[in-house]
């Protein structure tokens, strides 16, 4: 059973740059048939794309987050990695990490819906 | 300000039903037949509930269902039961710019 668990600091403060790794166990990252993505949810409020990426190390990133987001991919060892530059008080969320699968045929392919959950981890931005 | 827009709260008694909108665009909802919905218990991570617009994943109670019409893809659940009471939120695939818009959630009340 596939299984994803986020791990990294629970506070950062304002101006640096949270770095958490997402690591799979029970399924190989490398599958070609899936994504990996990170979701965030700010405290009381609804879910917020953050990007995903493929074993390859293609990625998709949310364009309102695009210039401060970096998603990486560690075949070896079976994880992938979330690295948010400059925060702010805004960036206090929860952070989920996914897998994610998609539909449709050849070059229309599309990865986007979200399959399999982390249980999410706690990040405070705060001095 | 969410990309797809639902409604803050629905509500109903147990064996009945409540369906959920949501409303996108020709971008995303209205574009492609890439909607999902996810189910979300206070302090939880969400939870897949539909895909592809109407199709259930394996576990998921045939309570469930999905649909689409134009820019806005609808959740029902039928035979409403007290587990049911949770929050809701829809995504639908954006193009390949944008990728993923998530709606700002609806909240489920069992009365």
């Known amino acids: 059973q596939l299984q994803l668990q986020e791990s990294g600091p629970g506070l950062v403060k304002p101006s640096e740059t949270l770095s958490l790794t997402c690591a799979v166990s029970?399924?190989?990252?490398?599958?070609?048939?899936?994504?990996w993505g990170w979701i965030r949810q700010p405290p009381g409020k609804g879910l917020d794309w953050i990007g995903s990426i493929y074993y390859s190390g293609s990625t998709y990133y949310n364009p309102s987050l695009k210039s401060r987001v970096t998603i990486s991919v560690d075949t070896s060892k079976n994880q992938f990695s979330l690295k948010l530059s400059s925060v702010t008080a805004a960036d206090t969320a929860v952070y989920y990490c996914a897998r994610l699968s998609g539909s449709g045929s050849g070059y229309y392919y599309y990865y986007y819906y979200m399959d399999v959950w982390g249980k999410g981890t706690t990040v405070t931005v705060s001095s | 300000q969410s990309a797809l827009t639902q409604p803050r709260s629905v509500s109903g008694s147990p064996g009945q039903s409540v369906t959920i909108s949501c409303t996108g665009t020709?971008?995303?909802?209205?574009?492609?037949?890439?909607v999902s919905w996810y189910q979300q218990h206070p302090g939880k991570a969400p939870k897949l509930m539909i895909y592809d617009v109407s199709k259930r994943p394996s576990g998921v109670p045939d309570r469930f269902s999905g649909s689409k019409s134009g820019n806005t893809a609808s959740l029902t659940i039928s035979g409403l039961q007290a587990e049911d009471e949770a929050d809701y939120y829809c995504c639908s695939y954006a193009g390949s710019y944008t990728h993923v818009v998530f709606g700002g959630g609806t909240k489920v009340t069992v009365l």
């Open positions: 020709s971008s995303d909802v209205g574009g492609y037949n890439y």
């Open positions: 029970g399924g190989s990252i490398s599958s070609s048939s899936y994504y």
